[in-house]
């Protein structure tokens, strides 16, 4: 079967930089999406990753390692906008997109 | 400025009524999608399409049905709805690609089933 594996929730400190983990096991590869989601709203595209390695965007970092079945986003800088849930998205060789549950990420002052 | 919408934003029906839920897009996307979004699980995929005349079942498609007359509108349908189908419901839009390209993301629909 098809899983995608992210932390349930996860806390840090305004300011200090968080990490958060996808892991998935998918029938082929064909490219992996972060998105944001606040409380109550649409989730929103934060990045795409076909290619192994780090894809910077301002204070948001992508990571892929498509040999491990393995992503994380790193958020440096918190800020207290940035408590929200981030989605994990994987396309498999059908070309279909394969959603994780979300980590909810608390930001505390 | 181009926008997806979605309406209503809440709705609450009985079982066994027929429900439908509009979206309408004003990018010009050839491609829409309808999720559920349930607490512990990801967005899971009800319906697709490529364009117009154009739908696809995703992986939980019982009891939904879509239509695509223009471009701009993917209207959900639940034909009679259930209790199980009491969910936040997500439209999405992208340009191209299939489900490879970035999807646009309507504000959702709360829908409770009584």
């Known amino acids: 079967g098809q899983n995608i594996d992210q932390p349930t929730e996860m806390t840090a400190t305004e300011g200090a930089i968080v990490q958060i983990n996808c892991t998935y096991q998918t029938s082929g590869f064909n490219g992996l999406f972060w998105y944001q989601q606040h409380a109550g709203e649409a989730p929103t595209f934060l990045s795409y990753?076909?290619l192994d390695g780090l894809e910077e965007k301002g204070r948001f970092s992508s990571f892929l390692s498509r040999s491990k079945g393995y992503s994380y986003l790193l958020l440096k800088e918190l800020q207290m906008k940035d408590s929200a849930s981030y989605l994990c998205a994987v396309i498999d060789s059908n070309y279909q997109l394969i959603w994780g549950a979300g980590t909810k990420l608390i930001i505390k002052p | 400025d181009a926008e997806i919408t979605q309406s209503p934003r809440h709705k609450i029906t009985e079982t066994g009524r027929q429900v439908t839920l509009a979206c309408h897009q004003t990018w010009n996307h050839n491609n829409m999608f309808w999720y559920r979004q349930d607490l512990g699980h990801g967005l899971r995929l009800i319906h697709y399409s490529y364009g117009v005349q154009d739908t696809n079942k995703g992986e939980v498609s019982d009891g939904y049905s879509v239509s695509r007359s223009n471009t701009e509108d993917l209207p959900l349908t639940l034909e009679s709805a259930a209790s199980s189908q009491t969910s936040v419901y997500f439209c999405?839009?992208?340009?191209?690609?299939?489900?490879?390209?970035?999807?646009?993301f309507g504000p959702g629909t709360r829908l409770t089933v009584l």
């Open positions: 990753n076909v």
């Open positions: 999405a839009s992208s340009e191209g690609g299939g489900h490879t390209d970035t999807q646009y």
